[in-house]
């Protein structure tokens, strides 16, 4: 019956081919940018981390200074970092499955390829060798450094695809060295290409920045006396002057990470930071209230909007112009529809039910609204090329936005919603009308 009804919707199509193309490039633009608009947000909000997302948990502590609360907004605010003495103290935990401390730094890299070789300076993502497996990082060649080396200082790094291929050309470059700062570097790793959409394990700084160029052991920290170039916070001076005496004073730049498969050990760990932040007390820090938080990724994306406002408005106009699209559509159906009202009348006659004559309209409608849509989802490629050309432009990312199966299923899903807005009440006025009044036309 399906078949017969879409023959039919075919036919009459045809019949019109003017008003029926004028109804298909409607859809299509409401279907277009309803799709530019909800990719760009998709490209945003979606989990940029799948199968291990929901196992990564950031932790946040309440180590202000006592007196006032936290400068954030929230009812609660916390802290978004930690400091030295507490990533040293959270590590001593056996419940995550991984954990890492990281902070982002900067370093000047000397390249060796000859003296026209300007020195060039990189970010760089000081972390532990669990970060690599926590994140999912990918491996062109190599792999993270050695456990032992989070303890040991060892000068190594593991590069990303584009600083390996301005250092060395490309291609495996494990076991070489290279200078970085004052000391000499040796690669343990290369990257594959890698641009997540969002820069998942540091929604501090600019969600949309290219990943880091090289990352380096965590216990480099003092001996290279590294200081952090992202956000930082904190309360009261250090006891002496010195790098290490900061290092132990209240001031935080340390993410952390940590990976809880089960909802037990999520209920342990809680219970482990309660009872760390205990005993810190009893030595004379944390001042302020009880205030710990375990916060997904998922969880941290929203309450730190790395989806800006702007990107959910954008999808809701884009998604008000479908509608009006589809709205206006309504005057043009019906007159097509009740300009057929003697067909109509005959199929009544034969004995077509109204149900019927309501199901081949509406079948007619979304199969307009569907070419429409296929033409809309076309569009929506070439606006897509188009914005990240621009965005290539401003800050040197490319193809940050993509139609995926999960856009294109809406897209479709929106051909579908528009062409029923639009078909519902032209099929019902068609298919109410009393036989005997439609033949007599």
Not at 47 to 66: A, C, E, I, K, T
Request: hydrophobic content about 45%; overall charge neutral; aromatic content about 10%.
């Amino acid at each position: 019956m399906l078949a017969h009804d879409i023959r039919l919707a075919l036919r009459s199509i045809l019949r019109t081919p003017w008003l029926s193309l004028l109804i298909v490039l409607a859809i299509a633009a409401g279907v277009g940018s309803a799709t530019v608009l909800t990719a760009l947000k998709h490209a945003l909000a979606k989990d940029q981390l799948p199968g291990q997302s929901q196992n990564l948990f950031y932790v946040r502590l309440d180590n202000w200074g006592p007196g006032t609360a936290y400068p954030g907004s929230g009812p609660n605010p916390l802290p978004p970092q930690l400091a030295w003495r507490d990533v040293t103290g959270l590590r001593n935990s056996t419940i995550p499955t991984h954990q890492t401390g990281a902070f982002e730094t900067g370093m000047t890299i000397y390249p060796a390829g000859g003296p026209s070789d300007r020195p060039f300076s990189e970010r760089v993502r000081v972390c532990h060798r669990d970060f690599f497996e926590m994140f999912r990082l990918p491996f062109a060649f190599g792999s993270p450094w050695e456990k032992e080396f989070d303890q040991t200082a060892q000068q190594v790094a593991v590069l990303s695809a584009p600083l390996n291929d301005r250092l060395f050309g490309g291609g495996n470059s494990v076991g070489r060295s290279f200078r970085m700062q004052d000391r000499e570097f040796r690669v343990v790793g290369v990257l594959q290409p890698w641009a997540p959409t969002v820069k998942y394990y540091d929604f501090l700084g600019d969600a949309l920045e290219l990943p880091d160029a090289a990352f380096i052991p965590m216990s480099l920290l003092i001996p290279m006396e590294i200081g952090s170039t992202g956000n930082g916070d904190g309360w009261g001076p250090p006891a002496a002057p010195g790098f290490e005496n900061n290092l132990m004073a209240e001031f935080m730049f340390f993410q952390y990470w940590v990976e809880l498969p089960t909802e037990e050990s999520r209920d342990q760990y809680r219970a482990y930071l309660d009872a760390y932040v205990m005993e810190q007390k009893k030595a004379g820090r944390y001042p302020r209230p009880l205030n710990n938080k375990l916060s997904s990724m998922a969880e941290l994306m929203v309450e730190w909007r790395v989806v800006p406002p702007q990107a959910t408005a954008m999808q809701v106009v884009g998604l008000l112009f479908l509608a009006v699209c589809s709205l206006n559509l309504i005057g043009l159906l019906l007159g097509k529809f009740l300009a057929c009202l003697p067909e109509v009348g005959i199929r009544r006659a034969l004995g077509a039910s109204r149900v019927r004559i309501f199901t081949q309209h509406i079948v007619e409608c979304e199969t307009v609204a569907l070419i429409g849509g296929l033409l809309g989802i076309v569009t929506s490629i070439g606006g897509l090329a188009a914005i990240n050309a621009w965005v290539s432009h401003q800050i040197a990312r490319s193809g940050m936005f993509q139609l995926d199966l999960t856009v294109l299923s809406l897209a479709v899903c929106f051909a579908l919603i528009a062409g029923l807005l639009a078909g519902v009440y032209p099929a019902w006025r068609v298919s109410s009308q009393p036989a005997a009044a439609t033949l007599k036309r």
